[in-house]
């Protein structure tokens, strides 16, 4: 993987950061901020495009039982449920803010109870599990670029994620609104189970605003420092 060194360029000459997220609602965040694909079918493409380097970006499920809704997770180590470990570019990772975990959990589907997140932290002690980070950072490595995440907790480690959440979004990232009116109509109860969802969505989102605000202000390292 080519590490990010030499001596800082002009601005002109700096070429924009790629990011890989898994939901156009957290695409929509990063808008102005570098070339942005959604889904992983999108990596090749993002990654032809001149691109200094691949962000892995958005949401995650907390591993750690210590982490609340809003903790921003930038890992050192990224790792998927076969063992295989993808490390982190350190200049990348500083540029982003700084790690604040060691390692980040990829699985091809989303975890909704809370005990099997307990079995997954107490076997790999990763802070926090998304679906896409240890793909893109496959596909830095085929493109020689650096890799990094910037993830955030959306639901804690204890957080049981009712069922119907899952039927609820579409392959964008939408939510479903006839789809969840009908489901209300039919089941009125599950209503109150998005509220405590809600107010941890709330403070995800507003965790990673904060941090793409310091991006966009230039108040983090530059990734062309010298590493």
Do not use: C
């Not at 000459?13 to 695409?27: D, K, M, N, Q, Y």
């Not at 039982?65 to 990224?78: D, K, Q």
């Not at 950072?137 to 670029?145: E, N, V």
């Amino acid at each position: 993987m080519r590490p990010i060194t030499g001596a800082s360029p002009s601005a002109s000459e700096v070429a924009p950061l790629g990011f890989i997220t898994g939901l156009s609602s957290e695409a929509r965040l990063l808008r102005g901020l570098g070339v942005i694909g959604v889904g992983l079918e999108e990596i090749h493409r993002v990654a032809q495009s001149g691109v200094r380097g691949l962000v892995s970006f958005g949401y995650a499920g907390g591993l750690d039982p210590a982490l609340p809704a809003g903790t921003l997770i930038i890992p050192r180590l990224v790792i998927d449920e076969r063992g295989n470990r993808f490390p982190a570019d350190p200049a990348l990772t500083r540029s982003l803010g700084g790690a604040s975990a060691e390692i980040l959990l990829t699985m091809p589907r989303i975890v909704m109870a809370g005990e099997e997140k307990r079995q997954l932290f107490q076997r790999t002690r990763a802070a926090a599990i998304d679906m896409e980070s240890a793909e893109v950072a496959r596909l830095a490595q085929a493109f020689d670029l650096p890799f990094a995440a910037l993830r955030v907790v959306l639901d804690p480690a204890h957080r049981d994620l009712p069922a119907f959440v899952g039927e609820a979004v579409d392959d964008r990232g939408g939510l479903k609104w006839g789809w969840l009116l009908g489901h209300f109509l039919r089941h009125p109860g599950d209503f109150f189970a998005l509220i405590p969802l809600g107010r941890e969505h709330r403070r995800a989102r507003r965790a990673l605003l904060r941090r793409l605000r310091e991006l966009r202000r230039g108040r983090l390292s530059g990734i062309a420092d010298p590493a």
